[in-house]
Nanobody
């Protein structure tokens, strides 16, 4: 089992950057595909980006590609967010999928463990 705790959210102005972290504890973290999702008020939870177990492969939603970067080390996964705009306002959650496949996991139902989420608010 894996426990996930996000941090790094906050209120920023449009154009700013934020770096979210997701601390993982539990067994075999390095064997999980890790994803970031976000949910804005009144909208469905949406895939933002993900990274495979080795860190060699990443995948991004079209809306954030070129602005957001997912990375990981032995105990954390990160979401670097640049050029933020008000449409990026949402609760951001990290999630872990039990798989060694390098294929992107973009559906929330593919994930087994979730963090509690961290709020990101971008003002115009």
């Amino acid at each position: 089992q894996v426990q996930l705790v996000e941090s790094g959210g906050g209120l920023v102005q449009a154009g700013a950057s934020l770096r979210l972290s997701c601390a993982a504890s539990g067994r075999a973290f390095s064997t999980y595909y890790m994803g970031w999702f976000r949910q804005a008020p009144g909208k469905e939870r949406a895939f933002v980006g993900g990274i495979n177990w080795s860190g060699s492969s990443t995948s991004y939603a079209a809306s954030v590609k070129g602005r957001f970067t997912v990375s990981r080390d032995n105990a954390k996964v990160y979401l670097q967010m640049n050029s933020l705009n008000p449409d990026d306002t949402a609760v951001y959650s990290c999630a872990a999928a039990q798989t060694l496949s390098d294929n992107p996991r973009v559906a929330w139902k593919d994930y087994h463990y979730w963090g509690q989420g961290t709020q990101v608010t971008v003002s115009s």
